[in-house]
Every structure is written in structure tokens, then in C-alpha cells.
């Protein structure tokens, strides 16, 4: 696989790191499946990459057309399934050996 092919990526965490990493790879022009175990975390996350949109928007970094066309890019699951559609899967989970194993 080249990164030429990457065109999903999936976030699995949506906490600080996770939201982060999605944000980067939705602003790169990737689609983002961005994977937690409930859709409160997701909220947030989705709420919080908006609030970083605006700040990089208020610092010039970035047009206010493309904030909408990046959180389209950011599709939040908890369907672990919807996984297998990825081509690129990046691990943000929670710092406990159990749930790093599971994942």
C-alpha cells in the first residue's frame, strides 16, 4: 500500500489525541472515521474540532467555506464494524493494556 491509496482513515479514541489526530487528517483532505464507544464522546470531539476550525479561521490559517467541508470529512461511529472500510487505522485509545489488547 502506498499513502498515494489512503483515502479513509479511521480514529479509534475520540478523547484529546484522538479528536486531534482526526482533525489533521480531515484538514489533509482525508475522509475520517472517527470511533469511540459512545456518541457523547463523539460529540465532543466533533464539537471540539469545530471550536479548532475557528480558532485556525480567526488566525487566517483557514478560509470559513472549508470549516463545512472538513467537518463533513469526520464521520463519527461506534460501530466497530464500519472499520473495515479504512485504509489507514490509527490507534488513540486510552492509555490501559486490556483495552489496547481488545482493540
Same mark, same amino acid.
Given at each position: 500500500?502506498?499513502? @498515494?491509496?489512503? *483515502?479513509?482513515?479511521? =480514529? #479509534?479514541?475520540?478523547?484529546? /489525541? ?8 480531515? *484538514?489533509?483532505?482525508? !475522509? &475520517? ?6 456518541? *457523547? ?5 466533533? @464539537? ?13 490559517? $483557514?478560509? #470559513? ?11 463519527? =461511529?461506534? @460501530? /466497530?464494524?464500519? $472499520?473495515?472500510?479504512? @485504509?489507514? &487505522?490509527?490507534?488513540? =485509545?486510552?492509555?490501559?493494556?486490556? $483495552? !489496547? *489488547?481488545?482493540?
Amino acid at each position: 500500500m502506498s499513502i @498515494d491509496s489512503i *483515502r479513509t482513515v479511521a =480514529v #479509534l479514541g475520540a478523547g484529546t /489525541m484522538g479528536n486531534g489526530i482526526a482533525h489533521v487528517f480531515a *484538514r489533509a483532505g482525508y !475522509k &475520517v472515521l472517527l470511533r469511540d464507544v459512545e456518541q *457523547r464522546f463523539l460529540d465532543r470531539a466533533v @464539537d471540539t474540532i469545530a471550536q479548532n476550525l475557528d480558532r485556525e479561521i480567526k488566525r487566517g490559517k $483557514l478560509e #470559513l467555506t472549508e470549516k463545512a467541508r472538513v467537518l463533513e470529512r469526520v464521520l463519527p =461511529v461506534t @460501530d /466497530m464494524s464500519t $472499520l473495515a472500510n479504512a @485504509d489507514f &487505522v490509527v490507534e488513540a =485509545v486510552p492509555e490501559k493494556l486490556e $483495552l !489496547k *489488547r481488545h482493540v
